[in-house]
Nanobody
Framework: QVQLVESGGGLVQAGGSLRLSCAASGSIFSINAMNWYRQAPGKQRELVATITNGGSTNYADSVKGRFTISRDNAKNTVYLQMSNLKPEDTAVYYC??????????????WGQGTQVTVSS
């Protein structure tokens, strides 16, 4: 079994910054892509950023130039540095990890979610 623990959410004023973290632990052989999603009230969950095991990144157009995804493979941790936050960034943010377990089965896990609220 694998556990994902998120941290770093909170309340921030528009223009401010936050850094989210998501640490994976458990029966992990290797981690492929690590992703951040978000879901605002009344909206569908959307992909915010992705980082591959090779370090390639991709971002939603709405966050390009403001958010940076990174990972520490030694710690099985993914980060999302969010800058110049806007009220429309308010949402619950979820990390998602695509990995191979120690039984060499491909598996997909979600974090518990962390609330980010940006006040105007």
């Amino acid at each position: 079994q694998v556990q994902l623990v998120e941290s770093g959410g909170g309340l921030v004023q528009a223009g401010g910054s936050l850094r989210l973290s998501c640490a994976a632990s458990g029966s992990i052989f290797s981690i492929n892509a690590m992703n951040w999603y978000r879901q605002a009230p009344g909206k569908q969950r959307e992909l915010v950023a992705t980082i591959t095991n090779g370090g390639s990144t991709n971002y939603a157009d709405s966050v390009k130039g403001r958010f940076t995804i990174s990972r520490d493979n030694a710690k099985n941790t993914v980060y999302l540095q969010m800058s110049n936050l806007k009220p429309e960034d308010t949402a619950v943010y979820y990390c998602n990890v695509d990995l191979y377990s120690t039984w060499f089965t491909p598996e997909d896990y979600w974090g518990q979610g962390t609330q980010v609220t940006v006040s105007s």
